[in-house]
């Protein structure tokens, strides 16, 4: 069992940055590949960035090409998500999972096995 807690999230202005944590508690951090995903109020939930167990390897969303970027510390227990140049349209509940899928699947919600509660992130324009 993975327990993952995320925090980071807020009001920013367009333009402006943010960066989520998301902390794992439970089994071997460094044994799982990690992603970022988001839900915007009657939107399905998005992939937006997915990186491997040994963060050798990361996975993006091209509509956050550029602006975010997903990092993760083991020795920490702890994957982050630094979002840069945000826009309105980033808005959402940000989620991060853990699973021990790899590859292309790591873009899939249907891959991850554990999900934090969430943090809204909200960009006024």
């Known amino acids: 069992q993975v327990q993952l807690l995320e925090s980071g999230g807020g009001l920013v202005q367009a333009g402006g940055s943010l960066r989520l944590s998301c902390a794992a508690s439970?089994?071997?951090?460094?044994?799982?590949?990690m992603g970022w995903f988001r839900q915007a109020p009657g939107k399905e939930r998005e992939f937006v960035e997915a990186?491997?167990?040994?963060?050798?390897?990361?996975y993006y969303v091209d509509s956050v090409k550029g602006r975010f970027t997903i990092s993760r510390d083991n020795a920490k227990n702890t994957v982050y998500l630094q979002m840069n140049s945000l826009k309105s349209e980033d808005t959402a509940v940000y989620y991060c999972?853990?699973?021990?899928?790899?590859?292309?699947?790591?873009?899939?919600?249907?891959?991850?096995?554990?999900w934090g509660q969430g943090t809204q992130v909200t960009v006024s324009s």
């Open positions: 439970g089994r071997s951090f460094s044994n799982y590949a």
């Open positions: 990186i491997t167990s040994s963060g050798d390897r990361t």
């Open positions: 999972a853990a699973t021990g899928q790899a590859g292309p699947k790591l873009l899939q919600a249907r891959s991850y096995d554990y």
